[in-house]
Structures are given as structure tokens and as C-alpha cells.
């Protein structure tokens, strides 16, 4: 059967017919002109091409009372989410890609990954280095991919990416990330489930990042439930814990006034629901605030002191099912194996 030919409109017989050494013309939705691929035989051509998408792809905007997000398809991120009007996380534009991982889905693995190497059942893989100068994986490989909308209400959106097999990575993961708003705030829930053949290394995380509501970061406050912090070397990886103390102890609201925060904490404290929370109080009297259940015990938060051009512009609170590097450490690493299925929740909202 001949192949078919799109676009083939002008075009001789022969092309229709699918004669590959003739020039062929496909819409390509990103070129501003037709580009010609001599050694192929084949050429583009826009002139019937649909519209350029935006960086952040589909929105999908979900509202419930007063509050109200904006899911992008790509990196299924928290494009935006305010409460009557009030922004609780810092929003990105649709028409540019998250500068800082605004409120990413971190998998599957959160944080740094040293040298982009590890070792699993005896097999070492290399990922790529996306932090060059600390010589680090960032952040896991989904936020960049366009996720599928599976279910889709006024105030609910579910997105699921089938994570291919890859170069330093001989796994496959399906995700979903379900968003939710209510009178309560923001739900998440994702799960990960190992639809390939091999035990896969499992952590996730995400990077919300909370709104000082325009005020100066140093006008703000913040507490964090947790005992022990995480200390780290000048990539910003694990050395050991330490129980909290100094600037590290925010376990009672203290001021951001000069406080340089990129660290990771564990031991995390919970109230009576079982939640563990991350606070952020604002000059107006709000409090932008981040939980997470039992099925998460790290936290990252980040003042953003040292990222060029977003300098403490708000404050990253980073819920996490392991710290950096877990998988060289072990540490509270999850291990997939076929068919096996991990899931976490989390949430946001203000106070």
C-alpha cells in the first residue's frame, strides 16, 4: 500500500501516489517557511499549518470558589493558582517555558543526580548533565514532555505520560498527575506505575514555588515542619543529616530578612490529619502555605538567591519522596518493579 501523503495540495499525481523521490509537501507546525530536505526528497511547506503552539502547550484551567489553577500539558505544571485573585504560587506566562520548574513534577528522581551516573542490578547508566556547572542531572526527565489529558472536569484535570525508555534510562514509567481544586485548596496526586520489564529507581518531587504576594522576600516569613536537615558539599549534594539548629531550625515562624536557603530537609513533623506543612507569611497577613501526607518525609526549600535573574523572587517549597542523589545513596529510594505502582499526594492553598 502506497503511504499516505499530507498536504498534497498543487502537488503532481505521482506525489499523491506516494512516489518518495519526488518532493513532498507536510505541514510543519513550528517552520515560518518551507524547508527542503534535498537528500530525502522531501519538502515542508507552513502555508496550511496550524498555529505555532505556545512553549507551555494546552491550558487546562480548573476553578471552585475562590480558587482557581491553570495545568499546562507541558511538564503538567502549575501554570497558575490563585485564591480570590491572590496569587499563591509565583505564575509563569503561557507563552514561555517555566524559567525556574514553576511547580514541575519532578521524576524519576528529584533534585541533583551526581554526574548524571548511577548503578542499578550491576548496570551503570549516564543521563545527560543538565546542571554543567555542578556536574549534576536535574530534576528528573518529564517536565519537559507534553503529558495527555485523560480526565477532564470544571474543577479537576488528569494528566498521564507514558515515559519512554532513553538513553541512561532503559525504563518505562507511566504517570499520571491529578490536579484538584475545592473550598480546601489544591489536591495533587501522582502515581508512577512500571509498565516495562526491569526493577526501575523511583523518587519524585515537586517545585512550587510560593508568592510573597508582591512584598520584598525579606518582608516575609517562614516555617517549615521538619527536624533534620540535610548537609550537602558546594554541588549541593548529600554529606550526611544533622538535627536542625540555627537557621536551619524553622520549626517556629522566623523572618527571611537575609536568610540564603537552597537545603533539604527530613524527619518531617505532622498535625493532627497527618500532614506535614511549609508556610510562607506575607506582609498582608495571608500565608501562602504547601502540604504533604504521609507518603512524602523530605522538603527542599530555595530563597532562589544564587538563579540569575530571579533573584528571591519567592520561595521554592519542594515536597519530596527522597533527597538529592538518592540514586547512588539509597536513600529512601523506591525500587519499581514490573507492574508495581507508587503513590504520592500533596497539596496547597492559603491561609
Known amino acids: 500500500m502506497a503511504p499516505s501523503v499530507l498536504g498534497t495540495r498543487g502537488a503532481d499525481p505521482s506525489r499523491a501516489r506516494g512516489d518518495v523521490s519526488s518532493d513532498i509537501w507536510l ?36 476553578s471552585s470558589g475562590k480558587h482557581r489553577a491553570t495545568v499546562t500539558e507541558v511538564g503538567a505544571m502549575v501554570r497558575e493558582y490563585t485564591v480570590a485573585g491572590r496569587d499563591v504560587f509565583v505564575p509563569f506566562a503561557e507563552d514561555e517555558a517555566a524559567p525556574v ?11 541533583r543526580l551526581r554526574d548524571g551516573a548511577y548503578t542499578t542490578d550491576g548496570v551503570r547508566h549516564q543521563v545527560a548533565v543538565s546542571e554543567p556547572d555542578r556536574g549534576t542531572a536535574l530534576h528528573g526527565l518529564v517536565c519537559w514532555y507534553r503529558w495527555t489529558p485523560v480526565e477532564v472536569a470544571d474543577d479537576a484535570v488528569t494528566l498521564e505520560l507514558a515515559l519512554p525508555a532513553q538513553k541512561g534510562w532503559p525504563f518505562q514509567l507511566v504517570l499520571r498527575t491529578r490536579y484538584a481544586v475545592s473550598d480546601a485548596g489544591l489536591e495533587v496526586v501522582v502515581s508512577a506505575r512500571n509498565v516495562g520489564t526491569g526493577t526501575a529507581p523511583y523518587g519524585v518531587g515537586f517545585h512550587p514555588w510560593l508568592s510573597t504576594g508582591g512584598a520584598a522576600l525579606d518582608d516575609c516569613t517562614v516555617s517549615l515542619d521538619a527536624t533534620t536537615h540535610v548537609t ?17 531550625d524553622l520549626r517556629t515562624t522566623r523572618s527571611l530578612a537575609g536568610l540564603d536557603l537552597d537545603d533539604a530537609w527530613t524527619g518531617a513533623t505532622r498535625d493532627d490529619a497527618g500532614l506535614s506543612w511549609a508556610r510562607l507569611g506575607r506582609p498582608d497577613g495571608s500565608t501562602a502555605a504547601i502540604w504533604m501526607d504521609g507518603s512524602m518525609d523530605c522538603w527542599q ?31 529512601r529510594l523506591v525500587r519499581l518493579a514490573p507492574g508495581d505502582e507508587h503513590v504520592v499526594r500533596w497539596g496547597a492553598t492559603l491561609l
Open 27 to 62: 505541514p510543519y507546525a513550528t517552520s515560518p517557511a518551507p524547508i527542503r530536505r534535498a537528500d530525502y526528497g522531501v519538502s515542508v511547506n507552513t502555508a496550511d499549518s496550524p498555529a505555532v503552539p505556545a512553549p507551555s502547550g494546552r491550558q487546562f484551567r480548573i
Open 301 to 331: 526549600v530555595c530563597s532562589a538567591d544564587h538563579i540569575t535573574g530571579y533573584e528571591r523572587f519567592g520561595l521554592a517549597a519542594e515536597p519530596m519522596s527522597c533527597v538529592a542523589d538518592a540514586f547512588n545513596t539509597g536513600e
Open 232 to 248: 550537602v558539599d558546594d554541588r549541593l549534594l548529600p554529606t550526611g543529616t544533622e538535627p536542625v539548629a540555627g537557621p536551619y
Open 101 to 111: 520548574f514553576n511547580a514541575a513534577v519532578l521524576a524519576p528522581w528529584p533534585n
